[in-house]
């Protein structure tokens, strides 16, 4: 069973910048790919960032770029994103997930398998 532990999300000025953190409870070789999803209020779930913790390969929404970096620590089985000039509209709770025995960055969430808990992250303008 693999478990995602979340941490770092939290209210913030837009302009502002947060640190978002998703640990792992299994090697990295069978949760090679790692995504960071979001879900507004009334909307659908959609991708953020993504990594092969392999290769080190990214992949990022278009909303995004530029502005949130997403990392690994494959010593501490950790994930994280780094959230910089954040916005009104990055407001979300925020989910990292991950994908079993794959290689490719997907965008789809139903492609993921785990979940972590969900982190509010919330900017007000």
């Known amino acids: 069973q693999v478990q995602l532990v979340e941490s770092g999300g939290g209210l913030v000025q837009a302009g502002g910048s947060l640190r978002l953190s998703c640990a792992v409870s299994?090697?990295?070789?069978?949760?090679?790919?790692m995504g960071w999803f979001r879900q507004a209020p009334g909307k659908e779930r959609e991708f953020v960032a993504g990594?092969?913790?392999?290769?080190?390969?990214?992949n990022y929404a278009d909303s995004v770029k530029g502005r949130f970096t997403i990392s690994r620590d494959n010593a501490k089985n950790t994930v994280y994103l780094q959230m910089n000039s954040l916005k009104s509209e990055d407001t979300a709770v925020y989910y990292c997930?991950?994908?079993?025995?794959?290689?490719?960055?997907?965008?789809?969430?139903?492609?993921?398998?785990?979940w972590g808990q969900g982190n509010q992250v919330t900017v007000s303008s």
């Open positions: 997930a991950a994908r079993l025995y794959a290689e490719v960055v997907t965008t789809t969430p139903n492609t993921y398998h785990y």
């Open positions: 299994v090697r990295t070789s069978s949760t090679t790919v």
């Open positions: 990594i092969n913790r392999r290769d080190g390969n990214t």
